[in-house]
């Protein structure tokens, strides 16, 4: 269960909340986690990184397909978020310190909307440094047909 304590209402569902909590099945363990929340990117923003920004930038350095952009995807997280390094029976392997989507424990944490923009402008600025000039999005795309 999830309760959104927030303006002229926080009472009120505050109150529910404590009120859900002492009706738990007491014979069980349960964990109650509270956290501020906070806008995460949208289904849009992600859709521009990936329709918008990743093709022009994978077919100017030469890759294609679902799977390479998924591979540049993950070298712009090592780039912007570090990495990772562990061995799998010998071999160094590297994968990104946390990813758009997972914080740095693998647990689902989607970054905010502004942190988004953030890495976006990274991955703009990594490819103008190779020479290769991304599109601006479309602001008023969600207006047309």
């Known amino acids: 269960m999830k309760f959104q304590l927030s303006g002229n209402l ?7 909340a404590i009120q859900y909590i ?3 099945d007491k014979s069980r363990q349960w964990t109650v ?4 929340a906070r806008n995460t990117r949208s289904l849009a923003q992600n859709n521009t990184l990936f329709g918008v920004l990743y093709p022009p930038l994978m077919e100017f350095i030469g890759l294609r397909g679902r799977r390479e952009a998924e591979e540049l995807h993950e070298y712009f997280c090592i780039e912007y978020f570090g990495a990772h ?22 647990k ?25 000039i991304l599109p601006e999005p479309d602001p008023m795309h969600h207006l047309k047909e």
Do not use: H, W
């Not at 986690?33 to 501020?36: G, P």
């Open 10 to 16: 926080f009472e009120q569902v505050q109150g529910n």
């Open 22 to 24: 002492y009706g738990l």
């Open 33 to 36: 986690e509270i956290k501020q």
């Open 85 to 106: 390094e562990y061995e799998i029976m010998g071999r160094r392997k590297v994968r990104p310190r946390r990813t758009t989507t997972t914080n740095e424990d693998g």
């Open 108 to 132: 689902r944490e989607v970054l905010s909307t502004a942190q988004f923009m953030d890495f976006c402008e990274f991955v703009y600025q990594r490819a103008a440094e190779q020479g290769c």
